[in-house]
């Protein structure tokens, strides 16, 4: 994965994280994804596969608005696309 998409993805959750609308959960499980994500130690596989991971946790969340969901499944068939 390139790092313009990373910078695409980043963005993407930077919005749903300041989403006063989303669950103050999911939006601290967003920003875990973010922080994986930023990371400049760890490899890229294993920062996507750590997003990855917060994200599914965020997935199940039954509180969590529609439309955001939607942007989350967006956003980690991006992450997959390795």
Do not use: H
């Not at 994200?55 to 992450?79: G, K």
């Amino acid at each position: 994965m390139t790092e313009e998409k990373i910078i695409i993805v980043l963005q993407r959750l930077c919005q749903i994280e300041e989403d006063v609308s989303v669950p103050k959960n999911v939006r601290c499980r967003i920003k875990n994804a973010i922080v994986a994500l930023e990371d400049n130690n760890r490899q890229i596989d294993v920062k996507i596969d750590k997003a990855l991971e917060e994200l599914s946790e965020v997935d199940n969340d039954p509180n969590i608005p529609v439309y955001t969901r939607t942007q989350i499944w967006n956003i980690v068939s991006t992450l997959e696309c390795k």
